[in-house]
């Protein structure tokens, strides 16, 4: 059974900064991508930054210089390091590995 567990979300100030993990089981975490999206109220689900089994990442432009996702294959983690984080940026968070979704952890930052 695959499961994907995502934490580390909560209230910032906007300036401030969060980490999301992605806790990963029932999957050969690195035969797989990576991916974290987000969906704000009344809009639709987005690609925020992605990672590759090598590594190699892509960020929407709406984060880079800002956020940055990595992995750790030793853990079977994903994380999404996310500074100074801007009101625009309050949405819930999913990780995303094959074909699977987390379920998700609400980002909230005010002005």
């Known amino acids: 059974q695959v499961q994907l567990v995502e934490s580390g979300g909560g209230l910032v100030q906007a300036g401030g900064s969060l980490r999301l993990s992605c806790a990963t089981s029932g999957i050969i975490f690195t035969l797989n991508n990576m991916a974290w999206y987000r969906q704000a109220p009344g809009k639709q689900r987005e690609l925020v930054a992605g990672i590759t089994t090598t590594g190699r990442t892509n960020y929407a432009e709406s984060v880079k210089g800002r956020f940055t996702i990595s992995r750790d294959n030793t853990k079977n983690m994903a994380y999404l390091q996310m500074n100074s984080l801007k009101p625009e940026d309050t949405a819930v968070y999913y990780c995303?590995?094959?074909?699977?979704w987390g379920q998700g952890t609400q980002v909230s930052v005010s002005s």
């Open positions: 995303y590995c094959g074909v699977h």
